[in-house]
């Protein structure tokens, strides 16, 4: 159930992302696949904060991950 949880949720920020910046890179995707549930629900409500993805980064960066 917390597997599909995430991918849920991975498959919804990828795809939100995709429209607002374009194709995030392999190892950005790579990266946000492999965070906690919780941070991946941090960064879901985030999302609308970003201007571009130079700031989901810095949001990466600051929760230490």
Known sequence: MLLLSIFT???IL????YK?????ST???SHI???PLLILEDLSEALLDFGNLADVQV???AVGN
């Not at 990828?14 to 992302?17: A, I, L, V």
């Not at 607002?20 to 995030?24: A, S, V």
């Open 27 to 29: 190892e950005m995707r």
């Open 9 to 11: 949720i991975c498959r």
């Open 20 to 24: 607002r910046f374009g194709e995030l």
């Open 14 to 17: 990828f795809s939100n992302w």
């Open 33 to 35: 696949s492999s965070l």
């Open 59 to 61: 949001w990466l960066e």
